[in-house]
């Protein structure tokens, strides 16, 4: 069965960076596709991007497009999240998740399925 | 963007009780791509369907999905004291967008 862990609670100053890991056990780490999802306190889920470390190129929610990067490695078996110019609004818990499966639609682009394995969160905060 | 409406924002049931939640979509999806995930306080969300109506591993027959084009049904037959929880639909092409959730709570 295959479990993500990820790394621990961080506090970040607005205009700061964070990095976020989320280690994967099992095998075929580098088919999986893995997504980071996002859950400020009280509200809802926002998916950030997410990687299959094959390919070695993330795909994000463009929202975040040109402040999110989301990395692998896969010797180590570890995704990162990357956020930069961090903003209060960007305090929340960061999830990752995998795919049950993924593929790609008729234009191209890629598809990442239900996900069906969470790590346990990780809080970040944002404050002066 | 497809927009997932959700309703109703909370349901307030008893335990043995049926519950009935609703997803709408902005525009017609193939509900190939929804999927449905449970919530409780402190935890990450749980796969309980996808492909509308499909229960993911583990999951009891309690929980069933249906719904088509625009419209979408999550329905817990009896609800259990473990059911009461937050649940969101989710749509994982183009958008790749949650709904805002419906919580269940004890009645």
């Known amino acids: 069965q295959v479990q993500l862990v990820q790394s621990g609670p961080e506090v970040k100053k607005p205009g700061s960076s964070m990095k976020v890991s989320c280690k994967a056990s099992?095998?075929?780490?580098?088919?999986?596709?893995i997504s980071w999802v996002r859950q400020a306190p009280g509200q809802g889920l926002e998916w950030m991007g997410g990687?299959?470390?094959?390919?070695?190129?993330?795909t994000y929610a463009q929202r975040f497009q040109g402040r999110v990067t989301i990395t692998a490695d896969e010797g180590t078996r570890t995704v990162y999240l990357e956020l930069s110019s961090l903003r209060s609004d960007d305090t929340a818990v960061y999830f990752c998740?995998?795919?049950?499966?993924?593929?790609?639609?008729?234009?191209?682009?890629?598809?990442?399925?239900?996900?069906?394995?969470w790590g346990q969160g990780t809080m970040i905060t944002v404050s002066s | 963007e497809i927009v997932l409406t959700q309703s109703p924002g909370t349901l307030s049931l008893s335990p043995g009780e049926r519950a009935t939640l609703s997803c709408r979509a902005s525009?017609?999806?193939?509900?190939?791509?929804l999927a449905w995930y449970q919530q409780k306080p402190g935890q990450a969300p749980r796969l309980l369907l996808h492909?509308?109506?499909t229960r993911a591993t583990g999951i009891p027959d309690r929980f069933s999905g249906s719904g088509s084009g625009t419209d979408f049904t999550l329905t817990i037959s009896r609800l259990e004291p473990e059911d009461f929880a937050v649940y969101y639909c989710?749509?994982?092409?183009?958008?790749?967008?949650f709904g805002r959730g419906t919580k269940v709570e004890i009645k």
């Open positions: 989710h749509h994982f092409h183009t958008s790749r967008t």
């Open positions: 525009q017609s999806v193939n509900s190939s791509y």
């Open positions: 492909g509308a109506s």
């Open positions: 099992g095998d075929t780490f580098s088919t999986y596709a």
């Open positions: 990687i299959i470390p094959i390919f070695d190129k993330g």
């Open positions: 998740a995998k795919s049950t499966s993924w593929g790609y639609d008729s234009s191209g682009s890629r598809i990442f399925y239900a996900f069906d394995i």
